[in-house]
């Protein structure tokens, strides 16, 4: 064998085995938020989509989440809708809780594109963004295939 022997000294880390620490939840976090938080956060920061700018959006994110788990227990203990009678006849009448769990779900969907938390979301940041509508019929056009 020629050369030096190689040693641990000299061995530069891939950039990719790293694995960075993620923040803490903030502390005006409920419960549920901050377990949302503690679960999604070191899987964001490994995949470079948490960076300290965007925390404030990742914290509201998790208080949607946290607002649909508790959303959900109320539905479940009370139901989605109750019955009243009206002049018109018996009506039914979402609860509360379920209109609330609709507007979390809306908000939590939302701000989960901005992090790739959907499948569909997660292929977009992956694969660099929409790119140029045409780039491929001009790739064919001009026989560059």
Request: net charge negative.
């Amino acid at each position: 064998m020629r050369g030096a022997k190689p040693s641990l000294d000299n061995v530069i880390p891939m950039k990719g085995d790293a694995v960075r620490r993620a923040p803490d939840a903030p502390e005006h976090l409920d419960t549920q938020a901050k377990e949302v938080w503690e679960r999604l956060a070191p899987v964001l920061v490994n995949k470079g989509r948490l960076e300290p700018e965007y925390e404030d959006s990742f914290a509201a994110y998790c208080v949607m989440a946290g607002h649909v788990v508790a959303m959900c227990h109320d539905v479940a203990m009370m139901g989605s809708y109750y019955e009243v009678q009206t002049r018109n006849g018996m009506q039914q009448k979402h609860r509360a809780a379920w209109v609330q769990l609709t507007q979390a779900v809306q908000g939590m969907n939302q701000l989960a594109a901005r992090f790739g938390l959907t499948p569909v979301d997660e292929a977009r940041l992956r694969s660099g963004g929409q790119g140029d509508l045409f780039d491929e019929l001009l790739k064919k056009l001009d026989g560059a295939d």
